[in-house]
């Protein structure tokens, strides 16, 4: 009824193209996916490596970077792929020597959620309502904050907690806050503990043990 010979006949069988390569394994394209991405993140495959090496993360992570602390720690964010409690990590800047201790107070409070505004932004912003204050009377005050005089922080290897700061066993040292051998750490000890250097005496004998007896000769008591 006027039909063609081809009417019947698929699309491809009539352009006689060649059948279609079938599609790459899903898993082993997100991987690789996933590998181009990262070293392109982190400035090539030196980076990635660093990344796996410290990390360890799998898939890697990406996110925005938030900021930098003073020992070189940067910190990252990422609300959107990662489930909350991962959503915010830190990457250390001694990849060979990290300490969870070496997170600073302010920076520790932002990665555990107490705030959701980063250190550096909160600066900004208390320099900023200060200085909407009218000072009502004059004063000497030098400081402009109510917290008054602070000691200069100073930290021993990034270590925010000192305590972690003391040798790992008599006259080794501790490799990972790099504390040398014979050296004293700054761990507290409690007064009259024997780790306390102020309870620490040169032996004093006390008595004699061969007093009265004759037999032994005075240079050799006891």
Not at 161 to 184: A, C, E, K, M, T
């Amino acid at each position: 009824h006027g039909t063609t010979p081809y009417a019947h006949a698929s699309p491809r069988q009539s352009s006689n193209l060649p059948p279609p390569l079938p599609p790459p394994p899903t898993m082993v394209y997100a991987v690789i996916m996933n590998v181009r991405a990262a070293a392109k993140a982190r400035g090539g495959w030196k980076g990635l490596l660093q990344h796996m090496y410290t990390n360890g993360d799998y898939p890697f992570k990406f996110g925005n970077h938030m900021g930098t602390d003073d020992w070189g720690n940067k910190y990252y964010e990422n609300r959107v792929d990662y489930p909350y409690g991962q959503h915010r990590w830190v990457e250390y800047a001694d990849i060979h020597n990290m300490d969870s201790s070496q997170v600073s107070p302010e920076w520790h409070g932002w990665m555990t959620s107490m705030n959701d505004v980063p250190p550096p932004t909160q600066d900004r912003f208390f320099e900023d309502k200060k200085a909407d204050i009218d000072q009502i009377v004059q004063s000497n005050n030098q400081y402009d904050h109510g917290v008054g005089y602070q000691n200069p922080i100073s930290n021993y290897n990034g270590m925010h907690n000192q305590s972690q700061v003391r040798p790992r066993g008599y006259n080794i040292g501790n490799r990972v806050v790099r504390l040398p051998p014979g050296h004293d750490g700054t761990y507290y000890t409690q007064p009259g503990s024997l780790y306390n250097p102020g309870s620490q005496r040169p032996a004093e004998m006390i008595g004699d043990l061969d007093a009265g007896d004759d037999s032994v000769p005075d240079a050799q008591h006891r």
